[in-house]
């Protein structure tokens, strides 16, 4: 593999666009798979664009405003099913922003880990989605209530996808409201807390294009965090590299792989 190939991007672009820019041929039967897997929707075309790979899903994924709770859920199924496999395969996050994700090729192989997401929508919802995020549930409710922000919590199910849905008091998400916004941060900084001490790293934040437009500092993004499988209690949590080991290996072929939801 060369150099130039150990850099690659994925971009959410538009409301529906999902582009591979630089990965290898095998990459696009993983996204592929996830997608299927996971947008129960659908892909409704894939092409080749100006030197990258473009999905086009059918419906809107990352649409914000009037998205459905099933399709917000299912976004953050998508990412999760699409990192997790890539992770697998030694294509690590490197840095992401609202637009694009950056990954590097390590070919040592990474820790098995277990996954799940946050997302913060409608200015006032978090969703917590994943097996491993289930243990998260108490201590959030905790923090939630201790600020005085509970309003009510609830299970989500949406075909075998489940997750757990806050509902917060007012307007959290929305930065704009002078110390409110100060209120919101000491929040999602014990938020934080908790994923450190139970061993997770924050591995990637997403926040689509078209979640962005014209919203100021609202928060609007997702988090997908990891954690290794066979952590020991009590040992420093990992960020980035660190979630690697050293031994060498050669990327594992896409059939090896299984896509979990």
Known sequence: MSSSTLWACLTM????RLLLIQFPEDIKNIVRAAIVRSWPKGIQK????????EF???????AKFGVM????????FLMTNIFEPLYKTGWIVVNSNKLNITFQ??????V??????????????LRIMGK???????PFRDIIHGLGL????RQLKTGSLVAHEFKLKGSPWDLRRGSGSVSTRVLVLKFMAVLAERGFTLYATVVPESWDEDDGDTATDSWFCCRPIHRLPDSQVNHGYGLLATVEREPPHYDELSIRE
């Open 112 to 125: 098995p880990c277990e996954w799940l997401a946050i997302s913060f929508d409608d200015l006032r919802h």
């Open 150 to 153: 509970w309003h009510s919590d």
């Open 13 to 16: 672009s538009r409301s529906d």
């Open 69 to 76: 709770v099933a399709d917000s859920v299912a976004v953050c």
């Open 132 to 138: 491993a995020g289930q243990e998260l549930v108490p």
């Open 105 to 110: 090729y390590q070919a040592t192989p990474p």
């Open 46 to 53: 894939e092409k080749e664009k100006y030197g990258a790979y």
């Open 56 to 62: 086009k899903l059918r419906g809107a994924p990352w």
